[in-house]
C-alpha cells in the first residue's frame, strides 16, 4: 500500500521560513516524479513546485521562485519543501503528490493527506 505523509508544518510570523517532508513507502521512490501543491480556505489546489526522478530537473510556480526550494533524498525516500520569506498568503494545507510521468493538479497517481501552514503577519 503506498502512502504519502506530510510534516513539517505549523504556525510561523511572516518573513519565517518552514521545511516540509513527504515520507513515501509503498512504491519505487526513484521512479516517481514528486511535486507539492496547496490549497488556501476557499479556493482551489494550486501547484507549488516539483521534481524529477534523480532531482536534476525542478519547477516553480510563480509564486514560490526564488523563495521555496523543492529536493528529494531518494535513499530516504523523502521529498522537502524548503521556504522562506514566508507571507500570509502561504497560508494554506499543503500536499505532497507522486506521479510515474509527471505531477498536476489533475495528475497524480499518489496523493499524501496534507499538513497545514498557518503564516501570521
Known amino acids: 500500500q503506498v502512502q504519502l505523509v506530510e510534516s513539517g508544518g505549523g504556525l510561523v510570523q511572516a518573513g519565517g521560513s518552514l521545511r516540509l517532508s513527504c515520507a513515501a513507502s509503498?512504491?519505487?521512490?526513484?521512479?516517481?516524479?514528486m511535486g507539492w501543491f496547496r490549497q488556501a480556505p476557499g479556493k482551489g489546489r494550486e501547484f507549488v513546485a516539483s521534481?524529477?526522478?534523480?532531482?536534476?530537473?525542478?519547477y516553480y510556480a510563480d509564486s514560490a521562485k526564488g523563495r521555496f526550494t523543492i529536493s528529494r533524498d531518494n535513499p530516504k525516500n523523502t521529498v522537502y519543501l524548503q521556504m522562506n520569506s514566508l507571507k500570509p498568503e502561504d497560508t494554506a494545507v499543503y500536499y505532497c503528490?507522486?506521479?510515474?510521468?509527471?505531477?498536476?493538479?489533475?495528475?497524480?497517481?499518489?496523493w499524501g493527506q496534507g499538513t497545514q501552514v498557518t503564516v501570521s503577519s
Open positions: 503528490a507522486a506521479d510515474r510521468v509527471g505531477v498536476s493538479i489533475t495528475k497524480a497517481d499518489y
Open positions: 509503498g512504491l519505487t521512490f526513484s521512479r516517481y516524479v
Open positions: 521534481i524529477y526522478w534523480r532531482g536534476g530537473s525542478t
